[in-house]
């Protein structure tokens, strides 16, 4: 037995991959079954990177596949190697398929969410969320100016601790007193329990 040539040493190194595809674009199958048996494997493994589903990889490697095959005399030399084409094919259709499973979950979703949406009366919603309001108002306007001001800058403009006591120009200890102080008495105010 002989030992095997080595790659530059005296080895036939076939067809290129370009003029595999040019034969395939002639409808050549065994140029086709080179082209596959040099390139699947590596393909299927950027399809399982992006859609991260060994099924569905496969299926978009076929899908590639199949398109290399039909669309052979697509492929211009001077835009890449054969081999960047169809990994260009695979990436193109893996993320195809991600944002069609993506579409479809979405649509599942809302159609899920809107079966199971009550209608409800928006007229009481209204009154109910203005009564509220009304509610908050009337509470604020207990508090002392000081305390009702130290809480509009940090709940209404969303003033830091910090920045309230630099816009009042008072000492951080102050407003925090303040506004813990008002935030008490608005919970009283409103009945609301901790």
């Known amino acids: 037995m002989q030992p095997a040539p080595e790659v530059g040493k005296g080895a036939a190194p076939g ?51 199949l398109q290399l095959w039909s669309h052979a005399s697509r492929y211009d030399e ?24 993506q579409s479809s979950s979405d649509r599942e979703k809302r159609v899920g969410t809107a079966a199971f949406d009550r209608p409800h009366d928006q007229v009481s919603a209204a009154v109910e969320r203005s009564f509220e309001i009304r509610r908050v108002r009337g509470a ?3 508090l002392t100016p000081l305390q009702r001001e130290a809480i509009e800058l940090a ?12 816009a009042l120009g008072i000492p951080l200890g102050t407003a925090k007193t303040r506004l813990r102080d008002g935030l008490i008495r608005l919970r009283d105010a409103l009945g609301v329990e901790v």
Do not use: N
């Open 78 to 101: 001077k835009q890449g190697t054969v081999r960047s084409w169809l990994f260009t094919l695979v990436h193109r259709r893996a993320v195809d398929r991600i944002r069609s499973e």
């Open 155 to 166: 709940y209404y403009r969303g003033y830091t601790h910090t920045q309230v006591a630099e």
């Open 15 to 65: 067809p290129s991959d370009a003029e595999l595809l040019a034969a395939v674009a002639r409808g050549d199958e065994a140029a086709y079954e080179l082209l596959f048996d040099r390139h699947a494997s590596a393909a299927y493994g950027l399809a399982v990177r992006v859609v991260r589903d060994p099924d569905m990889a496969r299926d978009v490697c076929q899908e590639a596949l």
């Open 140 to 142: 604020l306007s207990d």
